[in-house]
């Protein structure tokens, strides 16, 4: 292989690294939006009225808000023992400190970092700045809670199927109505296929840039 095929393999490599890595492997962290009630009575310490209580009040638009709910029933110990199986994503580029705390086992030293690194393009970006302090193992744990938001007018249609509960049909139509000029359009073009709720959970993986 000469150099200029190896560059091109190398570079290729590399966007699809970046195309894969918008939105966190959290497959092992339940997400209250879209779990159903099956999943979300196997989290610890949730009983049947705290899932319905989850499942009337979603979707959250963060894991503060997951939070509140739950803090008139479980202490802060039992909520960060659930919130190591059941969290809402992050936006790496907005979450405030207090909800970037309420990941498990996280610092306010950490925190800072999180925040010290901002805007994110990319989760690859996250990992190479979060793994200055870090070893490999504890940033793909911290993955799990985070995602940055995808560019409606450019994000691929493997970034689109990686948000938590979209399917073919629903990437299809991201792309269908580019470009977007802002993000009312994606409302109302959206809105076509889903309630008001799934847009609005759905706007939280998105930026224009």
């Not at 199986?85 to 970092?113: C, D, K, T, W, Y």
Request: net charge negative.
């Amino acid at each position: 292989m000469n150099r200029s095929m190896a560059a091109i393999c190398v570079a290729t490599a590399l966007l699809w690294s970046v195309a894969q890595a918008q939105v966190g492997n959290n497959d092992s962290i339940l997400n209250p939006n879209v779990a159903d009630e099956e999943q979300l009575a196997r989290v610890t310490h949730l009983d049947s009225k705290l899932v319905g209580n989850i499942v009337d009040g979603r979707p959250f638009a963060g894991t503060a808000e997951l939070d509140a709910l739950l803090s008139g029933s479980l202490n802060e110990s039992q909520r960060a023992e659930a919130y190591g199986q059941l969290f809402v994503p992050l936006n790496l580029n907005s979450a405030p400190e207090e909800e970037i705390l309420l990941i498990p086992g996280m610092s306010r030293r950490m925190a800072h970092e999180f925040e010290e690194y901002r805007p994110y393009i990319s989760l690859e970006q996250f990992r190479r700045e979060i793994g200055k302090y870090v070893d490999e193992e504890e940033v793909a744990r911290l993955e799990q809670y985070v995602f940055v938001p995808l560019d409606l007018n450019s994000a691929s249609e493997t970034e689109f199927a990686s948000i938590p509960g979209v399917g073919s049909r629903m990437v299809h139509e991201f792309l269908e109505y580019r470009p977007y000029r802002n993000m009312e359009q994606f409302r109302r073009e959206i809105g076509k296929y889903v309630d008001d709720d799934e847009v609005e959970r759905l706007e939280r993986y998105m930026t224009l840039r």
